[in-house]
């Protein structure tokens, strides 16, 4: 059973397209994340949700916007994608928000071209 | 945000222990000390976390100095499975009951047949 999943595995599209990805966990989680991982391997956080509830927010362009429609989805929508938004996207959700784990997501491999 | 230094890379042979160090002389009394690792192509994954004491699960075991100025993990029998880069991380909090995980750019461990 897979615990944290992410559509789509591999998103390939032109600048300034719009792009959605989306994130499901089944572990019945209250808190999900959305982190980035950079060219040169760096992961940052950008986002967290907590029931719904926006608790974090990192220094994301306004083109980043999240979404949680319940607590076990995380979409990240990104409008007019740009070349430096290439990366490898990963969601995680822990038990709350101060939850000592967090599980990790396979990832969203992101080209822009 | 505290920082943490780990070497950029280590080998080990096969079925040998693995001490894996990291320096992170800026901790505050509140910071939990987390390693977590990213396998090839995947997600990172949680490996053990302490505050103060000594901790052991069945994945490794952390080593945490007297000062908590530094921490080693240990990888009792290293497998080619357990290939990966290994994150050290100070757990903060972020308010509202919530913590963040800044990641640094860990140890790429090579295990060697």
């Known amino acids: 059973d897979t615990a944290v999943s992410q559509t789509p595995k591999y998103l390939v599209t032109q600048m300034g397209n719009d792009k959605s990805i989306k994130c499901e966990q089944n572990?019945?989680?209250?808190?999900m994340y959305w982190y980035k991982q950079d060219s040169k391997k760096f992961l940052k956080i950008m986002f967290s949700?907590?029931?719904?509830?926006?608790?974090i927010n990192e220094t994301v362009p306004n083109r980043f916007s999240p979404k949680s429609p319940d607590k076990a989805h995380l979409n990240l929508h990104i409008n007019s994608l740009e070349l430096g938004d290439s990366a490898v996207y990963f969601c995680?959700?822990?038990?709350?928000?101060?939850?000592?784990?967090?599980?990790f997501g396979p990832g969203t491999r992101l080209l822009v071209l | 945000d505290a920082k943490t230094t780990q070497p950029n890379s280590m080998e080990s042979n096969e079925e040998e222990p693995v001490h894996l160090p990291c320096n992170h002389s800026t901790i505050s009394g509140t910071d939990y000390i987390h390693w977590y690792r990213q396998l090839p192509s995947q997600g990172p994954e949680y490996v053990i976390h302490?505050?103060?004491s000594n901790v052991n699960n069945r994945m490794a075991s952390l080593a945490i100095a007297e000062d908590r100025k530094s921490s080693t993990l240990i990888l009792h029998r290293a497998t080619l499975r357990d290939a990966a880069v290994y994150y050290c991380?100070?757990?903060?909090?972020?308010?509202?009951?919530?913590?963040?995980?800044?990641f640094g750019k860990g140890t790429k461990l090579s295990v060697i047949p």
């Open positions: 991380i100070l757990r903060r909090d972020s308010g509202a009951g919530s913590y963040q995980l800044t």
């Open positions: 949700y907590n029931n719904k509830e926006l608790i």
């Open positions: 995680a959700s822990s038990p709350w928000a101060g939850g000592e784990t967090q599980y």
């Open positions: 572990l019945g989680h209250d808190t």
């Open positions: 302490g505050l103060t």
